[in-house]
């Protein structure tokens, strides 16, 4: 009876499987983007075939770890190892990849055995070393995407490299990234003389315990681990699973409303059918069942139709990128498992009070009900027209809807008023400075370097006051289970000065720090503590205030330091230059971008929009805000066609008495558009509150200050009225074909 009762109303079932399996679509895909870079760092490791790992400890990733290279010849002189080698990992632009992974190893490391060469020749052959320009091995997912052969030219960020070989090693993660030459990939990345680990094999495992003991007193700051230890430390994989369940819940959780508003319609419509079934002797249990079945029926459905979408979207994803080897075969069976029991969970929750309110229906009443929200007598309101009193009298549809509605609007809007705070807060960093400068050419600020000769020349030009370097990078505090953002300038620079400094005194030297408010009362830090950061202790001098939220989630140490902590030395990631005379920036901006064309240089006010961190942003708002309509949208198409259903004989009364197709259709449209104002108002209560949730976090939410500009709240307004009315407008148009005679007759 259940199937039975699913098929006879085939366009409220179709449009709720739709509402979920767009959901589920969404985490099976982001979901098997996190598994591929969790799986792919855990294959990588176990396939050095290393026994331990050398590395820089609480690092907020492997590509983040930097370890002075002089340490591996010390390595190998001791006796309980066999072997040792350096690998450094990073991100690099190639043609049509903004994020492409390269490793880099040294000519004889025992790791690039596992490197099956499949065409061409390795990078520890002779040929490689005679062959003309930097040699590069591409995996055969990055060379079948990027149509690369041996003798190709490959771009890498700025550089050209020589394609000598495709390799494979059964792990999509490695096939779909770059293999160079250690020294290759140092400059590609800007790190000079450093790793990320260093792998090391020992003679015999019973040795280790000795051997650990023996690294751990010559380099305490360092830290060493097993492989499993290691992989289980990354944190990447984690944030990006967090992300993951974050926005795949919010469509999660609005196709859950949908489906409750339309399992609530489908109780209002067969009042009458449960009230013959009491009648004839089934139980309230039984009823009970027979409803929660039908969710639970099509949750199960919309969510294996989900699973077949996002299973489709990872092969069109994987046919035109090769981020983090995404491919098919990244929808792990613990994802599954956990997508299905969402959906159980999803099904549950949303059909358990339509399913109790239909067993409580009894059969006297259910039998006489006619029709309406809920067969009581109707209620009115003390003003409003037409489509309000209807509003009002299927009180119930009505909350429902605008709450499908308040909660698209109200992310969209909380995640557009964030990203609005980030610009501004990276707009005040720039305050009091004329021009910024960045490498060209990258696909997200993190990954700029810049020589600091750049700005060396930059400052000795007659109408530049100051050339500030900073450096920056992201440390864990496993204590805090926050990161920390670090910051390098000169202690004497002009850029440094806009750190106002509340207690204690400014930074003046090496192995000192100054921290924010808002971390030194999270870490219970003050003037005269020391703090640990990746295994070096800093002295904390100072405590400042910005009114920046991440600025103060963070630390300023000397330019000097932070080049050590981030393994970049002579390097910095952006330059801040203070003009003489402003009027001249736009000459200077001109002269950097001609003179240096690894560098991009822009007017501190056109930086912020010109940083490809946000062109990644907006692309991804785009993506969840098209997810979030998409879902929402359904729902609110689904509420209107069961109001048009559940007045069904109210509308043949109405054209019986003499309206026209065009009131009639005036009338629903302006019920969705109502809704949808309404759905406005409460979403933008929503973002308002949901960002206040996220503020109370001490970690994170100093770091998540919304900024609320008029053309957000028009936008949120906007995109409420537009699915009111995209959700109305087929509803509207098959009440308006309704004919009288049969429209009356309907039961």
Known sequence: MVIKNLLRRKTRTILTMIGISIGVAAIIALGALADSLEVGYGAMLSGSKADLVFSQPNSFDVSYSSVDEGIIQELVSMPEVSAVSGMLQGWSQTE????????????????????QIIEGIGLDSHAARTERGKPVLLGSAAAELLKKAPGDIIYLTNSAYRVIGIYETGDAFEDSAAILRLIDAQELVGKPGQVSVIYMQLKDPALRERFVSRVERKWPDYSLSGIDEFANEQTMANLLRGFVWAIGGLAIIIGGVGMMNAQLMAIFERTREIGVLRAVGWSARRVLWMILGETLLVSLIGGLLGVIIGWLLLYLLSSVTVLLGLATTTISASLLTQTIIVVLVLGIVGGIYPAWRASRLLPVEALRYEGGSSGGRARRLPV?????????????????????????????????????????????????????????????????????????KVEALLDVQSASGVIFTAIMLPE???????????????????????????????????????????????????????????????????????????????????????????????????????DMAGDVVSYINAEFPDAAAAL??????????????????????????????????????????????????????????????????????????????????????????????PTVGPMLQPVWEPDVFIRAISTAMLLGLLGGLYPAYRATRLQPVEALRYE
């Open 96 to 115: 049509g990849e903004p994020f492409f992974f390269v490793f880099g190893y040294p000519t004889d490391s025992f790791v690039l055995d596992r490197f």
């Open 480 to 582: 805090a289970g926050s990161f920390f953002i670090v910051f390098g300038y000169e202690p004497n620079e002009y850029a440094i000065q806009r750190y106002k400094i509340v207690e204690g005194e400014p930074l003046s030297g090496n192995r000192q720090i100054i921290i924010g408010r808002t971390i030194a009362e999270a870490l219970n830090q003050g003037v005269g503590s020391t703090l640990e950061l990746s295994g070096t202790r800093y002295r904390v001098v100072g405590i400042y205030e910005t009114q920046i939220g991440w600025e103060e989630m963070g630390g300023v140490m000397t330019l000097r330091d932070a080049q050590i902590l981030a393994g970049r030395p002579h390097k910095v990631s952006m330059y801040a230059i203070k003009m003489a005379d402003p």
């Open 384 to 456: 409003g027209g037409m489509p309000l009193q209807s509003l009002y009298q299927r009180s119930v549809r009505t909350l429902l809807t605008v709450g499908t509605i308040g909660l698209t609007v109200g992310a969209i809007m909380a995640l557009e008023g964030t990203i609005r705070g980030m610009a501004s807060s990276m707009e005040g960093m720039f305050a009091g400075v004329e021009i910024m400068v960045r490498q060209a050419n990258i696909s997200d600020t993190e990954l700029s370097v810049l020589d600091e000769r750049i700005g060396d």
């Open 604 to 697: 501190s006010g056109d930086f912020v929009d010109q940083m490809p961190d946000f062109e990644t942003v907006d692309g991804l708002m785009g993506g969840i805000s098209f997810l979030a309509i998409a879902v929402g949208g359904v729902g609110v198409l689904n509420t209107m066609l069961m109001a048009v259903f559940e007045r069904t004989r109210e509308i043949g009364v109405l054209r019986a008495l003499g309206w026209r197709r065009r009131s009639i259709l005036h009338l629903i449209l302006s019920e969705a558009l109502w809704l949808g104002l309404i759905g406005a108002i409460v979403g933008i209560g929503f973002a308002y509150g949901l960002v206040a949730l996220i503020g109370l976090e």
